[in-house]
């Protein structure tokens, strides 16, 4: 009985969003655009990210076929 009612909860809210979202947009005014400098943040996150994916790690090797 509770599993039934988080599903049902879940599902009303999702469907309140999925509206929300499908109507807020015609009624709202349209916003200005935003300063130049926030439009380089997505930027500087993923080249931050790229660094970090590509950059060697400081771990010692481990060599796991001594241990057996």
């Known amino acids: 009985m509770v599993s039934y009612c988080r599903t049902s909860c879940f599902v009303v809210v999702m469907v ?12 709202l005014p349209p916003l200005p655009p935003p300063p130049l400098v926030l439009l380089f943040v997505p ?4 080249s931050l990210l790229v660094l970090l ?7 010692p090797n481990m ?4 241990a057996v």
């Open 53 to 59: 994916a590509l950059r060697s790690s400081q771990m």
């Open 43 to 46: 930027l500087m996150i993923l």
């Open 16 to 27: 309140v969003l999925t509206i929300s979202i499908l109507v807020l947009p015609l009624v």
């Open 63 to 66: 060599d796991t076929t001594a």
